[in-house]
């Protein structure tokens, strides 16, 4: 397991409870597994439940390389989603301490 991935572990479990009955889904892309989920910086700018749900945001592992992911959501509903992130500035914006973690992780492999 790459460090990217295991920080994704370690943020799904966030995403997933973010919005109540919030889900994460899995699928394929580029050959590596993506992960998409309710936006979690643009899900209470909807007002229908079921909006608020549904799964705009996700991480996708790059074409260019399927360890490193970055961030995207389809809905571009506030500022922080409105365009795609990596992964690192995604952790940094959504969870600062597990971003600190995952910086400190990074620098001693
Ligand atoms: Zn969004």
């Given at each position: ?14 995403l997933?409870?973010e919005v ?16 998409n989920f309710p936006c979690p910086f643009c899900w209470g700018t909807t ?5 608020k749900?549904k799964r705009v945001a996700a ?12 961030f995207y959501c389809n809905r571009h509903g506030s500022?922080e989603c ?28």
């Amino acid at each position: 397991m790459t460090l990217q991935e295991k920080y994704i572990q370690k943020v799904l479990p966030y995403l997933m409870t973010e919005v109540p009955d919030g889900e994460v889904g899995e699928f394929y892309k580029n050959g590596a597994k993506a992960y998409n989920f309710p936006c979690p910086f643009c899900w209470g700018t909807t007002s229908k439940d079921r909006n608020k749900r549904k799964r705009v945001a996700a991480l996708l592992p790059t074409k260019e390389c399927k360890h490193v992911y970055v961030f995207y959501c389809n809905r571009h509903g506030s500022a922080e989603c409105q365009r795609g992130r990596s992964f690192e500035n995604f952790l940094w914006l959504y969870k600062p301490r597990i971003a600190e973690q995952y910086k400190f992780e990074k620098q001693n492999i």
